[in-house]
């Protein structure tokens, strides 16, 4: 009898972690905007080559990189992000990832990035979930591409269970829950945390302009 309530039990705290399924699917309204989708342009190719010097002619004078009054301006934004550090800044990979992900137009003069933290739902933990950034993302059994899928995502958003673990073929893997209760692995190219950094562009005078760049602690 014991066993049986503990059972009981284990189904009743399964029921109570599973939810209605969430899906953020990807949002990029650049074309919307000829300057806008201009301005991407260069600053894709000061990404590209890490070029300091013209990604500061892309950033505004009072640029914001935290939350307090005086974070703010290129010297808190060289203090923060470290881009003349070509090889270990965090900033390359993170605009190189907004730039992946596209921009949303909040209004005629405010472009967001990224989708997945702009529009992430307020009533989950953005420290404990992560979300699938490609369609018909494998829930895999174990942490290999040979092993059974329990799930498919399609752009849903998953509890991260775990930290990465290594698999075969040099690929890595984080285990998962996906909100409707279903656990297993997804490879890590197939997700992003919302804890990464975002972006805001502003347009002044005329010419867009990087207003915000702000992200999790270094």
Known sequence: MRFLLVGFCVSLLAEAQSGPVIRLFPVDDTARDSAFRSYVGKLRSAVD??????????????????????????????????????????????????????????????????????????????????????DKVE???????????????????????????????LVQWIPVQTLDGKSGYVNARDVMSPLMPRAQFGKQRGKWILIALEGPEQ
């Not at 060289?78 to 070509?86: A, C, F, L, N, T």
Request: proline residues 8%; aromatic residues 8%; hydrophobic residues 35%.
């Open 49 to 134: 080559g890490r070029k300091t010097d013209a990604l500061r002619k892309l950033v505004d004078k009072d640029v914001v990189v935290g939350p307090e009054n005086e974070d703010k301006g290129w010297t808190k934004f060289v203090e923060r992000w470290r881009p003349d550090d070509r090889e270990n800044s965090p900033v390359w990979k993170g605009l190189s990832d907004l730039l992946s992900l596209g921009f949303i137009q909040e209004h005629p003069s405010l472009f967001l990035s990224p989708y997945l933290v702009w529009r992430f739902p307020d009533n989950l933990s953005m420290s404990g979930h992560l979300v699938a950034v490609k």
């Open 139 to 169: 829930v895999r059994e174990r942490p290999s591409p040979n092993s059974r899928p329990v799930a498919t995502l399609v752009f849903d958003v998953v509890r991260q269970l775990g930290e990465l673990q290594g698999g075969e073929e």
